[in-house]
């Protein structure tokens, strides 16, 4: 990681905190914020109500006079790196970056048997399923938006493989679609893979971002959740000193 701030830095804390993301942010400057998202969270409110990661957000204020607010989102069951912006113009240049392709993003997955080769690109178009499915998406090579992800196999082993996945579209669900479609869903996708739809946990991780905002480059990377470490060690995975 650039020119980090880990932690929740120096002085009391200024609100409540009943969340914990203090503990969970990973890098801090004026501009941003980058938080470790916790698994099975959504990070804001949808048609179901109940808590959500920005009911948290006053914990993160760390003495700026506005809330942090999101510069894009996570599924409510992936974990990793998730970047807030803390003033309106960050916000604004985040928003940028992100919808340019300005943002470097990585994830991990454990994924169900797996890829024949070891690298590759997934290119398969999708759109919304229905209105009733809200977010759930479909492969649709006539009706759907263009949809591309890259990928490569960091180890094998268990009948499960460990895959670095690159999105280099940022469609909804689109790792998680473009895995199944692939033959190798995603460990514990209740929606597209074969996980049960309760107590199923997904393996999928958002292990690394980069940047640059304001003339500082960002480069952050999550540490694995403690629900995916047992699938990984399976494939060769060890975990980090």
């Known amino acids: 990681m650039t020119g980090q ?19 969970r942010v990973l890098y801090r400057d004026p501009a941003a914020i980058v938080l ?3 698994a099975g969270i959504a990070v804001h409110k949808g048609p179901k109500g109940g808590l959500v990661l920005e009911d948290g957000f006053g914990a993160l ?3 700026a006079p506005r809330l942090p607010q999101l510069a894009h989102r996570l599924d409510k069951e992936t974990s ?23 943002v470097e993003k990585a994830y991990w997955a454990v994924v169900e048997g797996g890829p024949a080769g ?6 398969a178009p999708l759109r919304k399923r229905d209105a009733q499915r809200g977010w759930w998406m ?16 960091l180890g094998r082993g268990g009948g499960f493989s460990w895959l670095e996945m690159v999105p280099v579209t940022g469609r909804t669900h689109q790792l ?5 479609h692939s033959g190798f869903p995603i460990l514990g996708d209740a929606i597209y893979g074969r996980a049960p739809r309760t107590g199923a946990r997904l393996h ?3 292990r690394h971002i980069a940047f640059t905002l304001e003339g500082r480059r960002v480069d952050v990377t999550a540490p694995v959740p403690l629900h995916m470490q047992a699938a990984l060690s399976l494939t060769g995975w060890r975990p980090e000193a």
């Open 204 to 206: 999928l991780h958002a």
């Open 36 to 38: 470790d998202k916790p």
């Open 80 to 102: 990793g790196c998730l970047v807030l912006g803390r003033t309106p113009g960050a916000i604004a240049a985040l928003g940028r970056l992100f919808a340019g392709r300005g």
């Open 5 to 23: 701030h880990r932690g929740t830095g120096n002085g009391p804390a200024e609100e409540p905190d009943p969340l914990g993301l203090r503990e």
């Open 176 to 180: 998680r679609i473009h895995s199944a």
């Open 61 to 63: 204020r760390f003495g």
């Open 138 to 153: 479909v492969v649709d090579a006539q009706g759907g938006q263009p949809s591309a992800t890259r990928w490569r196999v």
């Open 118 to 123: 070891e690298e590759g690109l997934i290119e």
